[in-house]
């Protein structure tokens, strides 16, 4: 019989292949049944390796294009001299070296879904281009000389800040204002609570598969230790490091040195006032969550006063801030 963590890694496991259970990951799965229904172009937000192409595919696949082409472009992976024949094809001899017509990205995904990833690190004639696009419907190949019309959905992804790139000239606001029509936030590992787990479990049954070795699993301390990660990299991150310790760790238990995490502190034991506190938080910042930040109906639902709630958030500094497609609870 499986651990209760891997049976609870496959049952948190969408079709889509999405992962979590947490409040933020419920949050962002309504944002992707939500912009699915719409035929407009959506924006996902959130840092490096999120993983924000799996939400676009989830978007794709929940739509009425899902049977058409998903058609992914990394813009920060690509030549800023490339980009442009990447994205709108060329004829031949177009440029030394054009021997044959090449179809471009977005020709490609005729009738289906145009990935941007990295948005923000396109550059700004390439920008200009793409908004021209988006403003006709039409693309000419480098080299040509003939307007194709394509038909195309566009969700783009990034983790700058656009609004500071705009300010500072970096990217057009324009072009912004015609890719951001829907927007989702995908959030970082460090707010998904116990998804880090359910996320730690699941990739490492993966990595068992391709395993020449037998790997028993997480040993209590590394369990500790990837707990009190703060995951800047993320998933991509929690990724590298399970396949790196798959490969060095000894008698097929993972040790905090096989994924290059430091020791875990000794815990001491929590009081009882302090599980107390951390209980009462959490239910407050669900309420808070579930009731959409209406504070009337979180102190009915809690079952105390409006003044009681507003002391217990002001005690916890928590506070209420707008976030896309829903609102979240933040601590101050």
């Known amino acids: 019989m499986r651990p209760a963590a891997q049976r609870g890694a496959a049952q948190s496991v969408r079709p889509d292949g999405m992962i979590g259970s947490c409040t933020a990951m419920q949050a962002l799965f309504r944002g992707i049944e939500k912009v699915s229904l719409w035929d407009t172009p959506v924006l996902i937000s959130g840092e490096s390796g999120t993983g924000k192409e799996l939400a676009a595919q989830a978007i794709h ?3 009425e294009r899902a049977q058409k082409p998903f058609v992914a472009v990394n813009c920060a992976a690509i030549p800023p001299t490339l980009l442009m024949s990447e994205l709108f094809g060329y004829e031949r001899g177009a440029f030394t070296g054009a021997a044959k017509r090449k179809l471009g990205r977005i ?40 307007s194709i019309e394509v038909d195309v ?3 783009s992804a990034t983790h700058v800040d656009l609004e500071a790139a705009i300010a500072a000239e970096r990217f057009r606001s324009d072009l912004y204002h015609r890719l951001c ?9 460090r707010e ?9 479990e699941h990739m490492l049954a993966g990595v068992r598969k391709e395993s ?19 995951w800047p990299g993320n998933v991509r991150e929690l990724i590298n490091r399970i396949r790196h310790a798959a490969a060095m760790c000894e008698d ?19 009081t009882l006032a302090a599980i107390r506190e951390a209980a009462e938080q959490g239910a407050i910042v669900e309420a808070l969550q579930r009731n959409h930040e209406r504070l009337i109906d979180v102190a009915a639902e809690l079952g105390i006063s409006r003044v009681t709630l507003f002391r217990l958030m002001r005690d916890y500094k928590l506070q209420v801030k707008k976030g ?9």
């Open 61 to 63: 696949r929940a739509s």
């Open 107 to 146: 020709e490609m995904a005729q009738g289906g879904t145009l990935f941007l990833d990295e948005i923000g690190d396109m550059p700004l004639e390439s920008q200009t281009s793409l908004l021209r696009f988006l403003e006709t419907g039409r693309i000419e190949r480098l080299g040509g000389t003939e």
């Open 153 to 155: 959905r566009i969700i």
């Open 181 to 189: 029509v829907l927007r989702v936030r995908q959030p970082p590992l």
């Open 192 to 200: 998904r609570g116990g998804d880090l787990m359910l996320l730690a």
């Open 212 to 230: 020449p070795n037998r790997i028993r699993g997480f040993s209590p301390t590394a369990l500790r230790a990837i707990q009190q990660h703060d």
């Open 252 to 270: 097929g238990v993972i040790q905090p040195e096989d994924l290059e995490l430091a020791a875990p502190a000794e815990e001491r034991p929590l």
């Open 324 to 332: 896309d497609l829903g609102l979240v609870c933040v601590q101050g």
